[in-house]
């Protein structure tokens, strides 16, 4: 911060007043370091993966190929990587559209309940048949509780996106908590704004990196997150659609008892007649 003073001094000498022009070139500077760090997080984000492709496609190369021991592991983990890239490139694509401001949101009047319903309904799916997509492990075993108000909340809302938002959450919840875990969804609502929110009895989020899990990149553990796919911007999205929305997103949590991501958005109590007045209009 740069300041200049100067005093307005009177003829008599009697100091009458102070003026003060403050410069704040802190926050252009941090403009300019969040973006040379962004960009060399992409870089080593995505040098990671291709290192790693690399060594596997250099020992097939080699002869692994005809090993019929390990071939198969190997050419499964370039594809794992792979796919992962193209994850990470899609997030960053995303979340570019997000920041140009030509991501437009394409909004429709939604029933939340019904919606909320509908996403859980496609985990509940995924418990069932237990060969998940393309792996061939027995996916992680866990229930889900709803807790929902009697009343419809309609909300004004992209699905799409928030579909995304919630599938991102959901798969967190899943992916950071122990086989057999339960988690609890519920959706309120107060004068006006509906509240979502997601809890776990997973792993938690240690005190100190709450405040940043919603940044890019931001890991609480880099290893774990990659091993299980991650790119590490999944929050980061989410939390720019939220607020395209003009809803608010955080997260309270307790390590090694579970987290609970909260979602409120802004709700306008509609009746019976104003819904019918629309259809008509
Ligand atoms: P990732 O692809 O790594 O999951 P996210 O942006 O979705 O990226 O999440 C960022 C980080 O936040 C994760 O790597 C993890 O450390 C932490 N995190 C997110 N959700 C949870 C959760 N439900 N329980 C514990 N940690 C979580």
Redesign the pocket.
């Known amino acids: 911060l740069n300041a200049y003073f100067s005093l307005i001094q009177r003829e008599s000498g009697f100091i009458s007043g102070l003026v003060c022009v403050l410069h704040d070139i802190t926050e252009q500077q941090k403009i300019d370091h969040d973006r040379k760090q962004f960009v060399s997080n992409v870089s080593h984000e995505l040098r990671t993966p291709l290192t790693s492709l690399r060594s596997y496609i250099e020992a097939l190369n080699d002869g692994a190929w005809k090993d019929p021991e390990v071939a198969p592991s190997f050419l499964k983990v370039t594809q794992d990587e792979t796919d992962r890239m193209i994850r990470m490139i899609n997030d960053l694509l995303s979340l570019s559209r997000m920041d140009s401001g030509t991501a437009k949101l394409e909004l429709e009047l939604v029933n939340l309940n019904e919606l909320f319903t509908y996403i859980l309904d496609r985990f509940d799916m995924m418990i069932k048949n237990e060969t998940g997509e393309g792996h061939e492990k027995r996916p992680k075993n866990y229930s889900i509780k709803r807790e929902f108000t009697q009343r419809d909340l309609w909300v004004e809302i992209d699905p799409d996106k928030f579909i995304q938002v919630i599938d991102?959450i959901m798969n967190?919840?899943i992916?950071?908590s122990p086989d057999g875990g339960v988690i609890t969804c519920r959706l309120v609502e107060t004068h006006d704004h509906v509240l979502l929110s997601i809890s776990?009895q997973?792993?938690?989020?240690p005190k100190k990196d709450l405040g940043r899990?919603f940044d890019r990149f931001?890991?609480?553990?880099k290893a774990r997150?990659r091993a299980q796919g991650?790119?590490?911007?999944?929050?980061?999205i989410s939390r720019e659609v939220i607020e395209m929305h003009n809803g608010r997103i955080w997260v309270e949590s307790l390590e090694g008892k579970g987290?609970t991501f909260y979602i409120t958005l802004p709700y306008e109590e509609y009746g019976e007649e104003d819904l019918w007045n629309e259809d008509q209009g």
Not at 202 to 205: K, V
Not at 218 to 221: A, L, N, T
Not at 230 to 236: E, Q, S
């Open positions: 991102n967190n919840a992916k950071y776990d997973g792993l938690g989020i899990i931001f890991r609480v553990d997150s991650g790119t590490g911007l999944g929050l980061a987290s």
